[in-house]
């Protein structure tokens, strides 16, 4: 009986890490690049300086993930704040920190960069 509920409890919690956030909208690439001209928005790249420096998209500022919590006052809350990664799992976790900071406006680019094209 203790094993059951052990087990639903750590498939809750990898379900619960993996769902959308409520209130973070999801965009594909595609609908990105038509954006990325747009004004008022922010652009944040979650991954490394290294992976960055190596691809990163025009427009983007790097704001590594470990980082985001200190830096995030840097950032306006009242703008559009879109973040990427290179598969969309940081840009998830980003997207949560920056929700219970007070953050409204945040978009996740799924696929991130490896659907980039």
Partial sequence: ??????????I???????????GVKQMDA????????SKGQQLIDVRSPTEFQTNHIKGF???????LKKRASQLEKNEEVYVICQSGMR?????????????TQITNIKGGMNAWH
Avoid: E
């Avoid at 595609?30 to 001209?37: P, R, S």
């Avoid at 500022?61 to 470990?66: A, D, H, K, M, V």
């Avoid at 840009?91 to 953050?103: E, H």
């Fill in 12 to 22: 809750g919690l990898l379900v619960s890490r993996f769902l959308p956030v409520r």
């Fill in 91 to 103: 840009s998830m976790q980003a997207a949560k920190i920056l929700k219970k900071q007070g953050f």
């Fill in 61 to 67: 500022q790097n704001i590594p993930l470990s980082h």
């Fill in 30 to 37: 595609a609908h990105m690049k038509k954006k990325l001209k």
């Fill in 1 to 10: 009986m203790v094993q059951t509920i052990l087990l639903i409890i750590v």
